[in-house]
């Protein structure tokens, strides 16, 4: 019995985590509790395991008195004075128990409070171990699911991941690998509970770093990432290495690194945005996957005005508008976005607008008409007036592709 308990002592630090002076000083702790229903006229009692041995032995500890009133915890001088020739009142003797003498019902009572305190002290091992691995990406086994939640087995333990936090697009069934980003890690009545989530833009980032060795060098930094679920993920990536293309890095030979991430994200896009000072060149890139023609800024509005072509504003403006929100999110700017014809239209009336703001100046400065001929001359005049207000027009719009920004500033858009 004792080399069979000391290997189940050895077999259960093993696959539980709980070291061995843990897993002893519980048994003794059940023992104890054991023996003091077993031997209920005595109060303290004392039960010590040899870790070498194996040998388990029990005492009942009992105090010298004079007289005594606690039979459970005293001992008489005379009756000391059998067992010990030199004893004093005070001195503390132990007694003996009979282990084997414990009934059925006393063995259960000690295998039941030995699987709660290794229980205890496994949720405390698994709180220890997670809760420094908040942030980290964890793989595991999808076990059930029930109640709006997934459970995944990642280890010693299991990690909660709610249905909404799931990627839309996947369904996911008893038995399938997944990886998902641990969220939080808390202590409950229960438990440890641990947290899961496949939808935040940090379980992107972090299946990014585990990929690109470039990145979890330090070498590429992802300065922003944006995210919407299921859809089309945003990243702004920068080199510290000028030999090294963030943007290359990320993608990998072929497509090998994102096409991996794209597959555990079933599919989702993934824009991977070189990031640069020149401001117009980040807007134009943070719009892809479509091509921008032209682009202006406010900076004090902090607001930005996107020309494309007409077959371009579908990719620009994305499902719901979905890529330019993200585009939104990843500058933080404000973007408008506008086909060539309908920027052609609201220059076509700002210069008609201009036209006949000049034509109401002149004809105020000037003398109205009283016969044909100041009429006919009116008439040249106006015409003069109209083609020198156009010219003027045309240059305060901005014709060229630099002068957008004018037309926000009139406020037509």
């Not at 007289?67 to 004075?81: I, N, R, T, W, Y």
């Not at 936090?165 to 409950?188: C, H, K, Q, W, Y």
């Not at 009283?370 to 003027?392: C, Q, R, Y």
Request: aromatic content about 4%.
């Amino acid at each position: 019995m004792s080399r069979e308990l000391i290997h189940f002592i050895d077999q259960i630090s093993r696959e539980r985590g709980v070291t061995k002076d843990t897993l002893i000083a519980n048994l003794e702790a059940a023992l104890e509790s054991a023996a003091r229903r077993k031997y209920a006229t005595r109060s303290n009692i004392r039960v010590t395991l040899d870790p070498s041995t194996g040998q388990l032995s029990a005492h009942s500890i009992l105090t010298v008195v004079e007289e005594v009133e606690d039979p459970k915890a005293e001992l008489s001088l005379e009756a000391a004075l059998r067992l010990d020739p030199d004893v004093e009142v005070g001195d503390m003797l132990e007694e003996e128990l009979p282990l084997q003498d414990f009934g059925r019902i006393a063995a259960q009572t000690a295998k039941q409070v030995l699987f709660q305190k290794v229980r205890d002290s496994e949720r405390d091992v698994i709180f220890s171990e997670f809760k420094d691995r908040v942030g980290e990406v964890v793989s595991g086994t999808v076990t059930r699911r029930e109640k709006g939640l997934i459970f995944v087995n990642i280890g010693k333990t299991e990690g909660v991941l709610p249905v909404r936090a799931s990627i839309p697009s996947e369904n996911l069934r008893r038995g399938d690998i997944v990886r998902a980003f641990i969220e939080e890690v808390e202590m409950t009545p229960r438990g440890p509970s641990i947290r899961l989530s496949r939808t935040r833009p940090e379980f992107v980032q972090e299946l990014f770093r585990m990929e690109v060795p470039e990145i979890a060098e330090g070498i590429v930094q992802i300065t922003n990432i944006v995210r919407d679920p299921g859809e089309r993920t945003k990243m702004a990536v920068t080199s510290s290495d000028r030999h090294v293309d963030p943007v290359g890095a990320c993608v990998g030979m072929k497509g090998t690194r994102v096409q991996s991430i794209v597959r555990e994200l079933r599919g989702e896009k993934i824009d991977i945005i070189p990031w640069t000072g020149d401001l117009r060149l980040f807007l134009s890139k943070a719009l892809s996957p479509a091509t921008i023609d032209r682009i202006a800024i406010n900076e004090e509005e902090k607001s930005a005005l996107a020309i494309v072509e007409e077959g371009q504003l579908p990719l620009a403006i994305g499902k719901r508008g979905g890529n330019v929100r993200l585009a939104t999110r990843l500058t933080g700017w404000d973007i408008d976005i506008m086909s060539d014809s309908e920027y052609n239209q609201v220059r076509n009336v700002q210069i008609e607008e201009s036209i006949r703001k000049e034509t109401e100046a002149s004809t105020e400065l000037g003398a109205a008409p009283t016969g044909a001929e100041d009429s006919d001359a009116g008439s040249d005049d106006e015409e003069a007036v109209s083609s020198s207000s156009a010219e003027d027009a045309d240059e305060d719009t901005g014709a060229s592709n630099d002068s957008v920004e004018e037309v926000r500033a009139q406020n037509m858009l």
